[in-house]
Nanobody, 123 residues
Framework: QVQLVESGGGLVQPGGSLRLSCAAS????????MGWFRQGPGKEREFVAT????????NYADSVVGRFTVSRDNAKNTVYLQMNSLKPEDTAVYYC????????????????WGQGTQVTVSS
């Protein structure tokens, strides 16, 4: 099994940037396809981005294309989400998740989850 811990959230003004990290332990993160999801107030958890095991293939929700970038450093057992040009509607708890097999955009397809990190975009 793998344990995931997110960090890097916080309060940022509209137009600002944050980089989230997801540190894995217990098993090497290179064994898993990884996803980032978010859950805003009163909303369901939604797909943000995925990255395959090698890092060569990524996928993004339409709402974040061109603003967010997912990456991974398997040597450091860490996955990242660089978020630029943040908007108030990006406010949510952000979760990283891991699954064995190919990447999927459905949250229910992921086996392991972190505890989440809060991102608040407000002036």
């Amino acid at each position: 099994q793998v344990q995931l811990v997110e960090s890097g959230g916080g309060l940022v003004q509209p137009g600002g940037s944050l980089r989230l990290s997801c540190a894995a332990s217990g098993r090497t993160v290179s064994s898993y396809s990884m996803g980032w999801f978010r859950q805003g107030p009163g909303k369901e958890r939604e797909f943000v981005a995925t990255i395959n095991r090698s890092g060569g293939t990524t996928n993004y929700a339409d709402s974040v294309v061109g603003r967010f970038t997912v990456s991974r450093d398997n040597a450091k057992n860490t996955v990242y989400l660089q978020m630029n040009s943040l908007k108030p509607e990006d406010t949510a708890v952000y979760y990283c998740a891991a699954r064995v097999g190919i990447t999927r955009t459905q949250a229910g397809a992921y086996d392991y989850w972190g505890q989440g990190t809060q991102v608040t975009v407000s002036s």
